[in-house]
């Protein structure tokens, strides 16, 4: 069984930075892509940005110039790093894996449980 469990959230004042990590277990993480959505109240999980097993990297034009996914194979683990963020980011966040990357939610088998993100103006 996979489990995914996000941290870093919290928080911020917009033009603030936020970095959010998502653990993995398994002994196959650098098999997979990696992917951050996130959710918003009273709207739909969009797609945010996306590793690769070998570092290809995909972004929502929203976030691009300003998050910076990457990932450590060592650790298990993927980052989110956050920066100049805008109340519009506000959301809970969430990492998912799935066999090859991709910006669409349905394709991402495992899910994490969600870091709550608030950008105050």
């Known amino acids: 069984q996979v489990q995914l469990v996000e941290s870093g959230g919290g928080l911020v004042q917009a033009g603030d930075s936020l970095r959010l990590s998502c653990a993995a277990s398994g002994r196959t993480f650098s098999n997979y892509a990696m992917g951050w959505f996130r959710q918003a109240p009273g709207k739909e999980r969009e797609f945010v940005a996306a590793i690769s097993w070998s570092g290809v990297t995909y972004y929502a034009d929203s976030v691009k110039g300003r998050f910076t996914i990457s990932r450590d194979n060592a650790k298990n683990t993927v980052y989110l790093q956050m920066n100049s963020l805008k109340p519009e980011d506000t959301a809970v966040y969430y990492c998912?894996?799935?066999?090859?990357?991709?910006?669409?939610?349905?394709?991402?088998?495992?899910w994490g449980q969600g870091t709550q993100v608030t950008v105050s103006s």
């Open positions: 998912a894996r799935a066999v090859s990357v991709t910006r669409v939610a349905s394709a991402y088998n495992y």
